[in-house]
Structures are given as structure tokens and as C-alpha cells.
């Protein structure tokens, strides 16, 4: 909770959270109760009156990213790196986020590239990194380029390669009802984008 009542910082998006009043925890969980009697049902029946203190509890952790710096994640560096001048990929990265048109869920995952100059990162701060964008409501094509901006920004990299396969449920559940469908975006800068050989070799790994 007070990693969202206390957010420190979004960079790379145009949100001025100061702006934004926040609402109180109280004041929160009344519109929860709002939104169950909308949908039909009693806030006061047995079976959902602490329901609206649960879901605050969940909206601070899916939406912590909010109180997070990926910059902060990238910020420690290893330059002695004895001559390693390739890739350093992670595939499969679990993304668990929100649309911001619906706050509904949409799964998937992520594969992450970058190509260092004289320094790299810690792995798991890649994955940090992932998880701090996804814990925000965004567009699934915002939130690719924002992962690759802020690896950019932080290690200067020769490039970065970014892909999210990922299903929303705003229209699997509801909606078109397209159970099966899956969206791709890819976000390529630097030699990525240059070096068509370089590209597929990412596109590759990430098929395996
Ligand atoms: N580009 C993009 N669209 C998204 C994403 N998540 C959800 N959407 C789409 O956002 C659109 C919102 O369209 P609207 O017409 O304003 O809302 P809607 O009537 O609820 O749309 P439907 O979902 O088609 O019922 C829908 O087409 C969603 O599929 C995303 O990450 N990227
Ligand atoms: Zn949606």
C-alpha cells in the first residue's frame, strides 16, 4: 500500500502524479463497494464485506510498479566483462499486467536483449525491469518501448531488443471473445534495428 501512496517516480511516461489526488484507502475501498453493488450484488452480504479491503490489497501489488524506478534497477553495473561482445538475452519472462482500457489482466511473456558496450547489468534486474512496467496500467506497445528506453537510458547499450507475447483478457473473457489470440510487439533500437542478421538471431532464440 504505501509503496503506491508514496510513489517516487515514472520516468519515460508523461504522468504528473502529482496532480493526481489520491484517494484515501477508505475512500478506495467504498468504490469497490460501489462497483459490487453495480454489478448486481449486496456489499454488505457476508460473503463479500471484506472483499473491498482484498482488492485494494491486490491493486497495490498489481499496480506497485507505480512506487518503483526501473532506473534505480539498472543503476549497479559490471564493466569488467573479459571481452564478452554478444547478446545477453532473457526469454520467457512472466508478464503479468493490466490494460489501461479495461484493468483487465493480460498474460504472457516477454523476451529481453541487449547488446553491452563495456558494461552489463544484473540479469534479475532485467526481469525487475519487466515487472516494474508491468505492475502499471499501459498498452501492451507503450510498456514494449518503455522497457527498451529504460535499458537504453541506464547502460547505453549498442542496442536492445524488446518482445511481449502476451493475451488480453479484455478480449478473450469479454468483449470479441477471441480466446486464442495472442499479441505480438517487438521494439528493436541500435544495431537491433541496423542489423537484419542480428535481429533474427533474437527472433530465433526467442522460438526456442
Ligand atoms: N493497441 C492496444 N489495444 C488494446 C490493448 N489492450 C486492450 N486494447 C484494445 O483497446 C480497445 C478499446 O476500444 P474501445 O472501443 O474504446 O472499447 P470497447 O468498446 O470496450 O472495445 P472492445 O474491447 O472491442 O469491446 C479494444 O479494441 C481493446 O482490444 C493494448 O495493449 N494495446
Ligand atoms: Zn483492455
Not at 564478452?84 to 503479468?96: A, G, P
Not at 496500467?137 to 528506453?149: C, G, K, P, R, S
Not at 549498442?158 to 479484455?170: E, K, R, W
Request: charge should be negative; aromatic fraction near 8%; hydrophobic fraction near 40%.
Amino acid at each position: 500500500m504505501d509503496a503506491i501512496r508514496d510513489r517516487t517516480l515514472v520516468s519515460s511516461t508523461d504522468l504528473d502524479l502529482e496532480a493526481v489526488k489520491r484517494p484515501s484507502r477508505e475512500e478506495a475501498m467504498e468504490a469497490v463497494r460501489t462497483l459490487i453493488a453495480w454489478a448486481g450484488d449486496d456489499p454488505r452480504r457476508e460473503g463479500v464485506i471484506d472483499t473491498p479491503k482484498r482488492v485494494v490489497d491486490a491493486y497495490a501489488e498489481w499496480f506497485e510498479g507505480y512506487g518503483l524506478d526501473p532506473a534505480k534497477e539498472l543503476s549497479r553495473t559490471f564493466e569488467d566483462v573479459q571481452g564478452y561482445d554478444d547478446i545477453v538475452m532473457l526469454r520467457d519472462i512472466e508478464v503479468e499486467s493490466h490494460c489501461e482500457h479495461h484493468m483487465a489482466p493480460f498474460l504472457g511473456k516477454a523476451f529481453v536483449a541487449y547488446m553491452p558496450t563495456n558494461r552489463v547489468v544484473g540479469i534479475s534486474k532485467l526481469a525487475k525491469v519487466v515487472e516494474i512496467f508491468a505492475r502499471r496500467l499501459q498498452t501492451q506497445e507503450t510498456m514494449t518501448q518503455q522497457i527498451a528506453d529504460a535499458i537504453t537510458d541506464s547502460l547505453r547499450p549498442a542496442g536492445v531488443a524488446v518482445m511481449i507475447d502476451a493475451t488480453h483478457q479484455c478480449m478473450t473473457t469479454r468483449g470479441v471473445h477471441h480466446r486464442h489470440v495472442s499479441t505480438l510487439t517487438t521494439q528493436f533500437t541500435g544495431v537491433f534495428k541496423t542489423d537484419p542478421t542480428l535481429r533474427q538471431r533474437f527472433l530465433d532464440f526467442a522460438k526456442r
